[in-house]
T-cell receptor, first 115, second 116 residues
Framework: AQKVTQAQTEISVVEKEDVTLDCVYE???????LFWYKQPPSGELVFLIR??????QNEISGRYSWNFQKSTSSFNFTITASQVVDSAVYFC????????????FGQGTELSVKP | DADVTQTPRNRITKTGKRIMLECSQT?????MYWYRQDPGLGLRLIYY???????NKGEISDGYSVSRQAQAKFSLSLESAIPNQTALYFC???????????????FGEGSWLTVV
């Protein structure tokens, strides 16, 4: 069975701190996709990244970086120098090969960045 | 204009009433999905459709039905709403494109439904 676990329900940091959001997944598929979405207080889902299982390169986009480790089935997300605007719920999700938009979501991590 | 439009965006309805959430997309995609979000549970798949003649149950389809009226339209119905169906509902769409590249999933802005 496929499963995504985000063990951190809530995280609170002070602005400019670095913060890492953890994501651990389970799948028997050899090819799969991993996603991160941001959900601000307004409720919409904002796509952040998609990673293929055969590409273990870490990725950096501005203050955001992602660490994909197949050996530990983890796909962690780090925000460097956090800002108040980063306050949101963040979801990690898993998709199977040729499963299209059928995603398994984690429970979400609510990040609060205080000034 | 949004690529994926959901209506209504907010609705309060009474227990036992029938309610329909509508979704339309301008991307020309074959595949459409309905998800439900509950606090602490993330999003869960209710129904999905890979083309106009294809309807499939997702993880939590009980109490829901869907209709794929056209390629661009996918409606979710609660035949007799109950309070534990109070949630945020998302429609999504993506291309029918196989292969290693994966594909982008477009989500609507969500529909807040409260059943009292």
């Amino acid at each position: 069975a496929q499963k995504v676990t985000q063990a951190q329900t809530e995280i609170s940091v002070v602005e400019k701190e670095d913060v890492t959001l953890d994501c651990v997944y389970e799948t028997r598929d050899t090819t799969y996709y991993l996603f991160w979405y941001k959900q601000p207080p307004s409720g919409e889902l904002v796509f952040l990244i998609r990673r293929n299982s055969f590409d273990e390169q870490n990725e950096i986009s501005g203050r955001y970086s992602w660490n994909f480790q197949k050996s530990t089935s983890s796909f962690n997300f780090t925000i460097t120098a956090s800002q108040v605007v980063d306050s949101a719920v963040y979801f990690c999700a898993l998709g199977g090969y040729n499963q299209g938009g059928k995603l398994i979501f984690g429970q979400g991590t609510e990040l609060s960045v205080k000034p | 204009d949004a690529d994926v439009t959901q209506t209504p965006r907010n609705r309060i309805t009474k227990t036992g009433k029938r309610i329909m959430l509508e979704c339309s997309q301008t991307k020309g995609h074959d595949r459409m999905y309905w998800y439900r979000q509950d606090p602490g549970l993330g999003l869960r798949l209710i129904y999905y459709s890979f083309d106009v003649k294809d309807i499939n149950k997702g993880e939590i389809s009980d109490g829901y039905s869907v209709s794929r009226q056209a390629q661009a339209k996918f409606s979710l119905s609660l035949e007799s709403a109950i309070p534990n169906q109070t949630a945020l509902y998302f429609c999504a769409t993506n291309e029918n494109r196989q292969g290693h590249s994966g594909n982008t999933i477009y989500f609507g802005e969500g529909s807040w439904l409260t059943v009292v």
